[in-house]
């Protein structure tokens, strides 16, 4: 039998960094990870941070995510990892931020692979900032986030150190309102022990709750491209202009000066800059509410 982990939680909350942090955690404890990686549009972005933490069988369904593309695509890609590698040993899934958890799972389950994964639960990442300010959120985005916790078997309160403590606190009892059966854990870029996460997930656990479909969510994405080398603070500069609905950015931006593009992560806000060692395609890749119209203007 193969653990299949579920990592669940809105856009920008810290997904891959937990993802990669548990890859690591895995292979340093002799364990043989294989991923399947949910992408919301046609650009791997996300996943190329995970092609490049080392030798991990991956596996990617870009364009929506799991629940909305429909489970074959699924089983198809699973069935991939599982002919084409024969010593796996723990399976992560990283869902998009569009996706509800329990309609990603009932993807993974198939009779196909009926005797070979154990499916051992959902770890739900909330962002702790975004939570606070949850009610600026367009209400089926705000149902989705709370839908996510709800059905989490392990929360990992990230961006942790965001917030006061006072704030951290309030945060926690909500989420615990939310799911009083979840252990809830305080995490900061997503760093939280796998053997922990391993410990706490029992085999399989029944899901009663009612679900909020993730499908027909009012996100889309779009792919915005460089055609020169720009200066960071225009960036910047322009990032502080777009509306609240500009929930995610992620790409490699050409800048003025640097030899290779920068990797560039917006979300909620918030913009983080990281030097890239070789060269990648000059692109973002946005997702939202209402971002047709937008574009890079220079």
Not at 25 to 45: H, R, S, T, Y
């Amino acid at each position: 039998m193969i653990d299949v982990y579920l990592y669940s939680g809105f856009l920008g909350s810290g997904k891959t960094s937990l993802l990669l942090h548990s890859i690591a955690q895995l292979k340093a404890a002799g364990k043989k990870p294989a991923v399947l990686m949910n992408e919301f549009g046609e650009m791997p972005i996300d996943s190329d941070s995970v092609a490049g933490s080392g030798e991990v069988p991956l596996k990617e369904l870009l364009s929506g995510c799991i629940c909305c593309t429909g489970s074959e695509k699924t089983e198809a890609q699973l069935q991939a990892l599982l002919e084409d590698y024969d010593d796996i040993d723990v399976i992560l899934i990283e869902t998009t931020g569009a996706a509800h958890p329990v309609e990603a799972l009932d993807a993974i389950y198939s009779p196909l692979f009926a005797g070979r994964l154990r499916v051992m639960g959902i770890v739900t990442v909330a962002d702790a900032p975004r939570f606070l300010h949850r009610e600026e959120l367009s209400p089926r985005i705000h149902a989705l986030m709370l839908e996510q916790i709800r059905h989490a078997h392990l929360i990992a309160l990230n961006k942790s150190d965001l917030v006061t403590e006072s704030q951290l606190a309030t945060i926690s009892m909500e989420i615990a309102n939310l799911n009083d059966s979840a252990p809830i854990v305080q995490t900061v870029q997503g760093k939280l022990d796998f053997s922990f996460i391993g410990k706490t997930l029992s085999a399989e656990k029944p899901v009663q709750k009612p679900i909020i479909s993730g499908k027909n969510l009012p996100l889309s994405s779009k792919v915005i491209t460089f055609t020169h080398p720009v200066q960071k603070e225009d960036v910047e500069k322009w990032t502080a202009s777009l509306p609240d609905t500009v929930y995610r950015m992620k790409g490699y931006v050409p800048i003025e000066g640097v030899k290779n593009p920068m990797l560039f992560q917006y979300a909620y806000g918030m913009a983080n800059w990281m030097p890239e060692y070789v060269k990648m395609p000059t692109r973002l890749v946005m997702i939202g509410e209402g971002i047709e119209s937008i574009d890079w203007e220079q």
